[in-house]
């Protein structure tokens, strides 16, 4: 009769018969009890027995429309598998519908309930409204869809109802029918707008991990060399980041960006190399990257953009572990400073950089003091962390003094969306449960419109990413809430909600476990030391500066919380790439030295393979011993280095010997501020002093070599002479000779008869036809300069 009166619309509804139901039994238990006392018979088991509850699990995989109203027809998709090893039989998938929630912890409870519950869960909504399964076999899994018109679920009044499916059958075990699994979620139903909506604002985070390294190419463009492309797949279509901005650019949020992503994003438009293993690849998804950046800047045009610091860093962390050591919070100063210049440079908007986001929104006085020492006046902390006593949900922003507002984003709402939404399930459940707790906002005190923030997972996967989306545009009819940005959520506050700052006891355990511990912030102070002993050489040093700077802004992001291998790791390959850049700059090892006599020059050679000149060294040589051996007549000597990339340049130092000995000589470059540059080079000189009397014997010796060989020049010259005046005799005799022959030679020709005569002899030099000598006689002259003349 009851499903007859239901079908004729004469049933009273769900709602009431559920508490009709409850009362009842209430009045009746006692009765019961003792009538079913001892009574074994079949029908003591009612139909709604939870005995056999978990024996099939129902998966509930759509649910639409998501905040129905009135004239709406609501349509349910899901699965209902049997994880028993018996067959179950006569099967109904029935849909139950609950009394509306009074409280946001009534729907937690609902929220978290698995089980059947028998007498608490209502009654199945009935035909037609089922879906019948004659038989589910072992192990095996059934489709059902159930559609219901809003009008018969006869909901009260607007609010937020339990909405349970359920399946109802038999095993072989029982002879009778009982509910074998329910699945329970939450319908919102708000038909008309509310006079007072809640403002709600939702946070967008568009954070990642640290991809790029601190070294760049050996080359003059400095091309970035990235750790991996991991980077490339989060921003091409179906990627995280790329979901992100598709999802993003239509929906009511604010934009919470890493500007770390932004410089990284960046750098991949232009030439990039990537890590493999021991080399290095060529990066090829410039066009990639520009689409995403392209998309990115169209999309936060129309919304508020928040910069967080350069590279997110661990607020917590430094707070707890990094804020005694000098210079970790100098730098979250110039990560912020980075932050808003980095932004409007690449998205051409200019961000808001007055909020600091601590990881989970997890507050302690040394947190709030560290997150408002870069100049953030806004804290975005969360409820389970800054705590009320209130009977409601009061509004976010809490001024507490000193100029700092408390933004206290909601705990339930924020993580409504974390764990695994791949499963259309777990994406379902979330929807309804954060639509149903929006709406309980709103109910609480429907009088008074107040401020909500909603602070999601840092990085949020695809499937969270498009959840938290549907939920969202479910929003968008605005009939309980509408959309307000960050910036103006932090000017509205509730004068009962709590001020009082967490205690720092009161900080998660689980959460100080993932913090960066003490000594990487050592390790980072030591790299920004020997950067700063590094950077005054350089007459470049914007070229490398901005690289490590950014690195060690890396080393604090928040992205490495539970990743402390991968984080040590990170450190030291910054650590080991300066280490390899400064020592490009370094002394050439010198051999020992033996110096002969009082005074020499020793050359020190400093080698610079840097691609640009360093300036503003200075080399000292010092002597062990500067009674044997002397530089600039003291004990040590300085001299400025200037060398250009690519160069080595010999340094000299005069040196005077004063007794015989080795000496070890320590050379050592410094700054110009006296800090030690690199490690100093050893080597050994040995003096071996000549003294006066060697000096005589030597010089004798000179002197014997100099006499001697002018006499052997005056020799030389002596003997020349008389072979000159041998030869001018010789030629005297001859031509007297000659001058006595000629008057016989003219007679006897004259006697002979023509044609004797004898022939001309044509080698005679004599003869009128001989040609005139190519040499003559050997002058006394001088050689010319050019000439080398022996003597």
């Known amino acids: 009769m009851a499903e007859a009166a239901a079908i004729q619309g004469t049933a009273p509804t769900p709602a009431r018969r559920w508490l009709r139901r409850t009362a009842s039994l209430a009045v009746a238990a006692p009765l019961l009890a003792g009538l079913l006392q001892g009574a074994q018979q079949p029908a003591a088991h009612a139909a709604e027995s939870g005995n056999g509850s978990g024996t099939v699990d129902v998966s509930v995989d759509t649910l639409t429309p998501s905040a129905p109203t009135e004239n709406d027809t609501l349509t349910i998709t899901g699965t209902v598998t049997n994880e028993s090893k018996s067959a179950v039989t006569d099967a109904t998938v029935d849909l139950r519908v609950g009394p509306q929630m009074t409280s946001r912890s009534e729907i937690d409870e609902v929220s978290g309930s698995r089980a059947y519950r028998d007498g608490r869960d209502p009654y199945p909504l009935g035909t037609p409204y089922t879906f019948k399964i004659p038989t589910l076999g072992a192990g095996l899994s059934k489709d059902f869809t159930l559609s219901v018109p809003v009008s018969k679920l006869e909901l009260d009044d607007a609010g937020v109802y339990q909405l349970g499916v359920s399946l109802t059958g038999q095993t072989s075990g029982q002879s009778y029918r009982r509910v074998l699994g329910i699945e329970r979620t939450l319908l919102p139903y708000q038909p008309e707008a509310t006079e007072k909506k809640t403002q709600l604002t939702y946070l967008w985070p568009l954070i990642s991990s640290a991809h790029v390294s601190a070294e760049t190419g050996a080359d003059q463009q400095q091309t970035p060399v990235f750790e991996n492309d991991d980077l490339a797949a989060e921003i091409a279509p179906g990627g995280r980041l790329h979901e992100l901005v598709s999802l993003g650019k239509d929906l009511p949020v604010t934009w919470m960006i890493d500007p770390d992503l ?93 909020f600091s986001w601590p990881v989970d929104g997890a507050v302690d006085p040394s947190i709030m003091s560290v997150a408002t020492s870069a100049g953030a006046h806004n804290v975005i902390a969360r409820s389970d962390s800054f705590r009320d006593d209130l009977s409601y949900t009061p509004t976010s922003a809490r001024p507490i003094g000193g100029g700092t507002t408390a933004v206290v984003s909601d705990a339930t709402l924020s993580t409504a969306f974390q764990g695994d939404m791949i499963r259309a399930e777990n994406a379902t459940l979330a929807i309804q449960d954060f639509l149903a707790q929006s709406l309980a906002v709103t109910l609480e005190r429907p009088e008074d419109q107040r401020s909500v923030v909603v602070a999601p997972q840092r990085m949020p996967s695809t499937a969270q990413a498009q959840t938290m989306a549907k939920a969202l545009q479910a929003l968008q009819a605005k009939r309980w809430t509408e959309p307000l940005d960050l910036i103006a959520a932090a000017t509205h506050s509730d004068p009962d909600a709590s001020k009082r700052v967490p205690g720092s006891g009161s900080y998660s355990k689980a959460l100080r476990k993932q913090e960066l511990p003490v000594e990487a912030f050592r390790e980072m102070k030591d790299t920004r030391d020997r950067l700063d002993d590094f950077q005054v050489i350089l007459t470049s040093p914007e070229r490398v500066v901005p690289t490590f700077t950014n690195a060690i802004s890396r080393e604090m992001s928040t992205s490495w919380r539970g990743e402390a291998p991968s984080a040590a790791l990170y450190r030291k390959e910054v650590q080991d790439y300066l280490r390899s850049l400064t020592q490009e700059v370094q002394l050439i090892e010198k051999s020992d030295l ?153 007679e006897a020709d004259a006697d002979a008869p023509e044609g004797t005569q004898e022939p001309q002899d044509p080698a005679d030099p004599g003869q009128p036809s001989d040609p005139t000598p190519d040499t003559g006689p050997e002058s006394g002259d001088p050689s010319g300069p050019s000439e080398k003349v022996d003597r």
């Open 262 to 354: 932004l410089a990284s994003v960046d750098a991949m438009t232009g030439p990039y190399m990537v890590k493999n293993g021991a080399t290095e690849t060529v990066g090829k998804n410039q066009a990639v990257a520009e689409r995403w950046l392209n998309d990115l800047e169209k999309a936060v045009q129309a919304h508020k953009v928040v910069a967080l610091p350069f590279a997110d860093p661990d607020l917590a962390s430094l707070a707890h572990h990094g804020k005694d050591v000098p210079g970790s919070l100098s730098h979250l100063q110039q990560s912020t400073a980075l932050a808003s210049s980095t932004v409007e440079t690449i998205l051409h908007v200019k961000p808001s950089t007055d």
């Open 594 to 746: 033996t110096l002969s006599g009082r005074s020499a020059t020793i050359p020190v050679t400093v080698q610079n393979r840097l691609l640009q000149g360093v300036d503003d060294l200075v080399l000292r040589l010092k002597s062990s011993n500067k009674a044997r051996l002397k530089l600039d007549g003291e004990g040590e000597a300085d001299r400025p280095v200037k060398i250009d990339g690519g160069h080595s340049r010999a340094v000299k130092f005069d040196a005077s010997a004063n007794a015989n000995g080795p000496v070890t000589m320590t050379a050592q470059l410094y700054t110009a501020d006296g800090t030690p540059y690199g490690a100093p080079m050893e080597f050994t000189v040995k003096v071996s002093e000549v003294t006066p009397t060697v000096m005589l014997v030597i010089a004798g010796g000179v002197l014997l070599l100099v006499l001697a060989g002018v006499r052997m020049y005056s020799q030389r010259k002596r003997a020349a002479a008389r072979t000159a005046e041998a030869a001018a005799e010789a030629e005297a005799e001859a031509a007297e000779a000659d001058a006595e022959d000629a008057p016989e030679a003219a």
